[in-house]
């Protein structure tokens, strides 16, 4: 709040509905809540990082902001649509920007059928969770169950297991972005799982149906030399 008003100060500020460009400051979780609260408008985002690990802002500082907004390049990204189907037949939908997953809720395993396509690909996934994440969302829990870092103009998706116990070899699948997958969740009643789309979450579900929402389009602002392709890029090179 400190920076905030330190920056309106010196640059003044306009509401949100009339704004051109919104300043974001946190961490990468608030990034995520400025796109999602800016999912009508679609006004870019220029996030500074004012958390802790800020993959998806840049660096912060007092100086030269219109000028460093003037010069910054556009990352475009497309969310998830996550239709979740609970236990009683009622249906609850989310976006995500960085992945949806399922979680079992209690201390036994989850058991999924997963299709793709309307093609079941594996008849049974016993495991902690499973999800799909968006080339944006690759480098965040994808990135810490396994899953492959994705480049942003690669047009596809992450399925990515997440402790799996049978098959024990699977590690996953990537996905064309205009896959319809599909999570079918096997004994509900005795091993309950809940869905999440980035911070939406679904209780006691019984089927939950992922596909990329390319009608949507959000911009992030990125500072001239440091894009978000360089910063993908640059995370599969370190250790």
Known sequence: MAARDRLVELYGSSDAASADVIVALGGDGFMLETLHSNLQRRTPVFGMNRGSVGFLLNDFSEDGLRERLKGAGRAVIHPLQMDAWTESGAVQSGLAINE??????????????????????????????????????????????????????????ALTPISAFRPRRWRGALLPHTAKVCFEVLEPDKRPVSATADSFEVRRVARVEVRERRDIALTMLFDAGRSFEERVLAEQFTS
Do not use: M
């Open 100 to 157: 949806v997953s399922l979680l079992r809720q209690t201390r036994q395993s989850a058991k999924l059928r997963i299709t793709v396509d309307d093609k079941v690909r594996l008849e049974e996934l016993s495991c902690d969770g499973c999800l799909v994440a968006t080339a944006a969302g690759s480098t965040a829990y994808n990135l810490s169950a396994h899953g492959p870092i994705i480049p942003l103009d690669a047009r596809v998706l």
